[in-house]
Each structure stands twice: as C-alpha cells, then as structure tokens.
C-alpha cells in the first residue's frame, strides 16, 4: 500500500493518506522519454521536474505537487460540492487518483490542468448520487453561512456567500463545473475545455446559460433594503 503526504490547507501541516487497497502502482516511463520530456518542458509548466521524479518513484516530489495545488483543488472541490467535509474527501481522492495515474502524464498540457481534468471528474462522478445532491442543497446554506462568519474582512456587496453557492447547486453539474472553472478559477474557456474534455463552444455556451440562470435566480433572492 502506497503512503504519502497531504497538506493540511488550514494547519499548513502534512497528513499521512494511504492509496486503497488493489489499486495499481503508479505506472513509470523509460529514462530516455523522461530526459527528453525534461529538456523540452522544464520551461513551459513550473510542475515538470517534480512530475518527472514522481513517475520515476520519488514520494516526497509528489509531496510537492500537493502542497503546490492543494487549495487550488480543494477550492474547486467545495465549489463544486458546498461541504467542507465532502471537498476535503474529494480533493484527497483527486490526488490519489493523480497518484496513481501520474505515469500516464505526457505533459500533452500543464500538469495543473491535467490535475484539475481529475478533480473535475472525481466530482462529476461523486455528484451523481443523487441522495448525496439532496443532502448537499439541504446543508450547503447552513455551513457556508458558519464559514462566512469567521472571516475577519467585509461581505462582498450584492448577493452574499451562501446565496450564491446556493445559486450555484441549482445549476446543471455541467454548467457549474464550466462556471467554476472561467468564472471562479479563471481559465478562460479554451482552457476549461481542455479540462472539461469538450469543444471550446460549449465552454461557452454553459458559462452564457448558467450566466443567465444565475443572475435571474440572485435577483429573486435579494430582498428590498427599507
């Protein structure tokens, strides 16, 4: 069984994550490919020279790589959830599938979009349940609301937090992944479509619909200021 480390994005510290059991070990590519990959990638993903000694075996590289992506994965994790709980369940499986996958990565793109390509389907398929999707809309608006509390800066004006996350769990799962990734992560739409497995155009035509429904639904949720 393959153990290695995850960061805790609330302590900075690292926790020990183990890899289920019968799962495969993580696939290496030939020393050659890898010094030829090396040569021609170092400058073009700051992520290379860890991958590279990840598919070579070196644990602690792959460290690295979490501590590098781990709030970029788990924010798009509770995005795409609204619970803490099930986002920090997701994001650690994120990495173990990337863990175990990472000799399949031919750094055809960045290794952060490829990471992310992961964690977008890692949600997807969780997101099908739909017992989990009602339990999820029930208990969003509660825990976001404690979450918003605890922070020391000012609300943002217009709609508040647990408003718009609760507008957000009303889209289609397609339309909020496409929304998350342009709107909240900031990929522009040739990129979300790399990571979406999907044409450029219907980036875009999700991002316009969910635009559309999002802004219709926070308008029917604001109430009058007397």
């Known amino acids: 069984m393959n153990t290695f480390a995850l960061a805790d994005i609330e302590q900075e510290s690292v926790v020990a994550i183990q890899s289920m059991a019968g799962r495969k070990p993580v696939q290496r590519i030939l020393q050659p490919e890898l010094s030829k990959l090396s040569n021609n990638s170092r400058m073009a993903d700051p992520d290379i020279e860890m991958v590279l000694q990840s598919q070579q075996g070196n644990q602690e590289a792959f460290e690295v790589l979490i501590r590098n992506h781990q709030r970029m994965i788990h924010?798009?994790?509770f995005r795409m959830t609204g619970s803490m709980a099930d986002a920090e369940d997701l994001a650690q499986e994120t990495f173990l599938r990337a863990y175990e996958q990472i000799g399949s990565f031919r750094n055809k793109s960045k290794f952060s979009t490829w990471l992310y390509r992961i964690a977008v389907n890692t949600c997807l398929n969780w997101l099908q349940s739909?017992?989990?999707?009602?339990?999820?809309?029930?208990g969003c608006a509660e825990e976001l609301s404690a979450i918003h509390g605890q922070s020391d800066s000012a609300p943002p004006p217009g709609p508040d937090i647990p408003k718009i996350q609760k507008a957000l769990l009303k889209l289609s799962v397609k339309q909020r992944a496409a929304i998350t990734l342009t709107i909240c992560d900031g990929f522009n739409h040739a990129e979300a479509a790399?990571?979406?497995?999907?044409?450029?155009?219907?980036v875009s035509w999700r991002v316009f619909a969910a635009?559309?429904?999002?802004k219709r639904w926070l308008s029917q949720m604001e109430v009058p200021h007397e």
């Open 75 to 77: 924010a798009l994790t």
């Open 130 to 138: 739909e017992t989990r999707r009602a339990r999820l809309q029930s």
């Open 194 to 202: 790399a990571i979406l497995g999907c044409p450029e155009t219907t």
């Open 211 to 214: 635009k559309r429904k999002l």
